[in-house]
């Protein structure tokens, strides 16, 4: 079972990354996927949902309206398009099924926001 999350990088406030989640060893389009982030000194926290057929979405109060969550069920992949991303936003992000299934952890993607 792997999950890979690539697509970040430095960027200045305002600025736009997207992010995918490239899984494998499971059967990616029965399980609701997630987003979560991890700052510096702080704990992993969630960030976005997207049920199992893309339907439905979830976010964070503090990525509404600024990231969208999305998935291909072909590619076994999901994303997050993250735009007007501010310098709180800077963190590793992370993909995983719901906490309570989760599977081993990926490496993460840095997303650095700074001027």
């Known amino acids: 079972v792997h999950l890979v999350e690539s697509g970040g990088g430095l960027v200045q406030p305002g600025g736009s990354l997207r992010l995918s989640c490239a899984s494998s060893?499971?059967?990616?389009?029965?399980?609701?996927m997630n987003w979560y982030r991890q700052a510096p000194g702080k704990e992993r926290e969630w960030v976005a949902s997207?049920?199992?057929?893309?339907?439905?979405?979830y976010y964070l109060d503090a990525v509404k309206g600024r990231f969208t969550i999305s998935r291909d069920n072909a590619k076994n992949t999901v994303y997050l398009q993250m735009n007007s991303l501010k310098p709180e936003d800077t963190a590793v992000y992370f993909c995983?099924?719901?906490?309570?299934?989760?599977?081993?952890w990926g490496q993460g993607t840095q997303v650095t926001v700074s001027s």
């Open positions: 060893g499971f059967t990616f389009s029965k399980f609701t």
């Open positions: 997207i049920s199992s057929s893309g339907d439905s979405t």
């Open positions: 995983n099924r719901n906490r309570g299934i989760a599977l081993p």
